[in-house]
């Protein structure tokens, strides 16, 4: 998700099965806060395929939610440009196609932007904790959150997708029956980019952090044996 590190997948297990579970953190965030958010897909991609090259030697799926899709259809693009290994599945939950860059994430007001003032994103992250029952987080940490959110802004609004190229993906697009930000019928657009497989789970755009059974279960179902 844009602005939140890995630490969002903490209640998920090890394992779904045989598949083994690795969060990604992203620089500026988290553990990786002095180091420069990207800006760009271009370098995202570049550095996440150079970094996990040596662990795609096996068979592979990406999962993300929002922002996080849209990281892992740009670093599968990277891998198909370089005729590396292609992941089985990506999961692509709450997360409009590529191609629609310049929408992403955002709350009751919209998409985030490049014109989202400082104000509005404050104003959303200070929702986004109430609505979970969350305390509010200390001044500090509110404008590193800022700080993050334009990066993935900047990187996703200046995104633009070369297409599916001449291996289509794998792609199970997830979409949640109260979701605030995507509806399921948005999702329909990630046929352009691969073979997909549509799936629509009770929740919200904050369901997938409990990793839901139904959740794993269509990680689960979705890769071959």
């Known amino acids: 998700m844009s602005g939140i590190g890995a630490s969002v997948f903490r209640a998920w297990p090890t394992r779904i ?76 939950s709450s997360c409009l196609a590529p191609h629609r860059g310049g929408y992403f994430g955002g709350g009751r007001n919209g998409p985030f932007t490049p014109e989202t003032t400082d104000e509005e994103y404050l104003a959303e992250l200070r929702y986004g904790a109430a609505s979970r029952d969350e305390p509010e987080p200390p001044a500090e940490l509110l404008a590193l959150s800022i700080r993050v959110l334009r990066a993935d802004t900047s990187l996703t609004c200046g995104y633009t997708p070369a297409g599916p190229g001449p291996t289509p993906l794998d792609i199970t697009t997830i979409s949640w029956t109260a979701d605030t930000h995507t509806r399921p019928e948005e999702m329909d657009e990630w ?31 979705g890769l071959p044996e």
């Open 17 to 92: 099965g045989d598949i083994e579970v690795c969060p990604i953190q992203l620089p500026g965030r988290e553990n990786r806060m002095r180091d420069p958010a990207y800006t760009s897909m271009e370098e995202f991609a570049r550095d996440a395929a150079d970094a996990l090259g040596p662990c795609l030697d096996r068979p592979f799926a990406f999962f993300g939610h929002c922002f996080g899709a849209r990281l892992g259809y740009g670093l599968a693009a990277e891998l198909a440009r370089r005729s590396a290994p292609l992941p089985q599945q990506l999961f692509a």
């Open 191 to 221: 046929s352009a980019y691969g073979r997909v497989r549509q799936i629509l789970l009770p929740g919200d755009d904050h369901t997938h952090r409990s990793a839901p059974d139904d959740l794993l279960r269509v990680i689960a179902d």
